[in-house]
């Protein structure tokens, strides 16, 4: 699950809920694992880099956020993380403004 600035938490933490639930092991995504300040201002912080996220992830999970996933959308880095791990993701998926970084 990419976590970035500026993003919605419900859109994260919704479906984080549900996936974890199921009993899945949930990867906090981002280049570095300072906290992300939310739409509502709570921090939240990847559990992993980049990096150190798998190589092969059965769902690859964006979350909406108007001005953070514009910025997302035109970092280089965000966007060949993206690529990368969802040309082998088995389902790659996003709540609503998350699909245009995807």
Same mark, same amino acid.
């Given at each position: 699950?990419? &976590?970035y600035p500026r993003m919605v938490a419900l859109d994260l933490i919704?479906?984080?809920t549900?996936?974890?639930l199921g009993g899945? =092991?949930?990867?906090?995504v981002w280049k570095n694992k300072e906290p992300c300040a939310t739409d509502v201002g709570v921090p939240i912080a990847a559990t992993r880099t980049f990096a150190e996220c798998p190589r092969e992830? =059965? &769902?690859l999970? &964006?979350?909406?956020?108007? &001005?953070g /996933? /514009? +910025?997302c959308m035109r970092d280089a880095e965000v966007l060949e993380f993206i690529a990368d791990r969802? +040309?082998?993701a088995r389902f790659v998926t996003s709540v609503c403004t998350g699909s245009l970084v995807l």
């Open positions: 699950m990419l &976590v919704g479906p984080q549900i996936l974890n899945c =092991d949930i990867h906090l992830l =059965d &769902v999970f &964006v979350p909406g956020g108007i &001005v /996933t /514009t +910025a969802g +040309a082998r």
